[in-house]
Antibody, heavy 113, light 112 residues
Framework: EVQLVESGGSLVQPGGSLKLSCVAS????????MDWVRQTPGKSLEWIGE????????NYAPSIKDRFTISRDNAKSTLYLQMSNVKSDDTAIYYC??????WGQGTLVTVSS | DVVLTQTPPTLSATIGQSVSISCRSS???????????LHWLLQRPGQSPQLLIY???RLESGVPNRFSGSGSGTDFTLKISGVEAEDLGVYYC?????????FGGGTKLELK
């Protein structure tokens, strides 16, 4: 069974930084591209970025480009999202997904002073 | 970016009723490799999205067979043959054929 477990969400001040993690199990992590997707309260889903299988290629949505960095550690079956210079608009539930099909339970990031 | 337009935005149904949700894409979702990367997700209240249908019509393991998907190119449909109470929530279509991955706006299924 595919399982994705995110962690690291918390309250952070505007301009601050935060690192989210997602531990994968139930499949060969190194064989799949992985995505981060966020969902604001009551809103739809926003793709924010992806990383290829060996971590050498990443793509980002314009809304977070140059502020967020996606990385992965295949030895640990773990996906990361490093968030920097966060803004109030970044308040959301952050999900890691396997190619948009399998999802974790999400982790809440709240940006507020 | 590919725009996925879901209709209707809200669907009211009685238990046992059959319903359909449409997802229309601004571009063909047929990939050059022959696959069509159009999936359907269900997000129940307070939960994360879960996969129902992948590659247009393939039923995810463990998903009841009252769910079915069809379509090609730019027009896709999710059908529920006999709504049950556990089916309530928001349905999303998602495409992975063209970067970036995009989502439909969602269809909320509620009880009439």
């Amino acid at each position: 069974e595919v399982q994705l477990v995110e962690s690291g969400g918390s309250l952070v001040q505007p301009g601050g930084s935060l690192k989210l993690s997602c531990v994968a199990s139930g499949f060969t992590f190194s064989n799949y591209w992985m995505d981060w997707v966020r969902q604001t309260p009551g809103k739809s889903l926003e793709w924010i970025g992806e990383i290829n299988t060996d971590g050498s290629k990443t793509n980002y949505a314009p809304s977070i480009k140059d502020r967020f960095t996606i990385s992965r550690d295949n030895a640990k079956s773990t996906l990361y999202l490093q968030m920097s210079n966060v803004k109030s608009d970044d308040t959301a539930i952050y999900y890691c997904t396997r190619e948009g099909a399998y999802w974790g339970q999400g982790t809440l990031v709240t940006v507020s002073s | 970016d590919v725009v996925l337009t879901q209709t209707p935005p809200t669907l009211s149904a009685t238990i046992g009723q059959s319903v359909s949700i449409s997802c229309r894409s601004s571009q063909s979702l047929l990939h050059s490799n022959g696959n069509t990367y159009l999936h359907w997700l269900l997000q129940r209240p307070g939960q994360s999205p879960q996969l129902l249908i992948y590659l247009v019509s393939r039923l995810e393991s463990g998903v009841p067979n009252r769910f079915s998907g069809s379509g090609s190119g730019t027009d896709f449909t999710l059908k529920i043959s006999g709504v049950e109470a556990e089916d309530l929530g928001v349905y999303y279509c998602v495409q992975g054929t063209h970067a970036p991955r995009t989502f439909g706006g969602g269809t909320k299924l509620e009880l009439k």
